[in-house]
């Protein structure tokens, strides 16, 4: 078994990392936030005093990391992996990072024979819970084959989508269409109660009908309609994904008129209410300008 080093415990890296406690031999994580390390004290995993040291002591590292720039900074930065990894080392990006940056920080890893695969995830904290995950993995096959002895105690689902890049360019479409079908059923829901429907009677015939997705399945029943609002996915993260999806549309000459109009309801909704709130709560923007509340 591999050594196995996890960058990046948050929200979603702590229970990933809780899943690979016992099923590697050797473990080592790291975190800028002292206390996100401090949990794991006492269990069967050594805690590292900087990225350096993750480097130093794995074959495989994994990063669960907020954004491209963070994890450019990880691996390119001064003290950063390209520079403690072994040759032949991989490196496994699970963040939701830009696609394009991915793929030219993969040139420059190959420059000193280190290889790199992007795998985002979707399934939230529940999933990263119970350990099934959707990987979406963009790279070479017989590099996958060797990541999946450690990731396959992370996610159920786990697909090669292609080439460098494709992995981060598919999560982004899957949260850009997830934003859209979250607001999307925000408007219908309360167009429904405006016209006089219940919106859980209108919630349970969707559900049955062309109307549903995976927002008006799980999400609102879950979250909303009880204003429990607890995904722990934040609407800041929600917008930067919409934001991700519209910059590589861009990139390659294509129109997304939606996802014009979606950043600007996203960010209106990040301005009025903050970007910390939960991306279920984008609701809340939509019953302010509505002047009524949804439940």
Known sequence: MKKVGFIGVGAMGYWMVKNLIDHVESLIIFDVNPKALEVFEQENVDLANSIAEVGEESEIVILMLPNST?????????GGLISSLRENALIVDMSSSYTFETIKMKALLEEEGIRLLDAPVSGGVPKAKSGELTVMVGGNKEDLQEANEVIKHLGSQIKLIGKTGTGHALKAINNYLAAATMYATAEA??????VGIDPETALESINTSTGRSHSSEFKYPTYVLPREFVSNFSLGLQLKDINMAKDMASDVHMPMLLGSSLIEIYEAAS??????QDHTEIIKFLERISEEKLT
Do not use: C, F, P, Y
């Not at 829901?189 to 405006?194: E, I, Q, T």
């Not at 301005?271 to 910390?276: A, L, N, P, S």
């Open 70 to 78: 963070i994890v450019q900074d990880v691996v390119l930065g001064k």
């Open 271 to 276: 301005i009025t209410g903050g970007d910390k």
């Open 189 to 194: 829901l309360m167009l429904a109660k405006k």
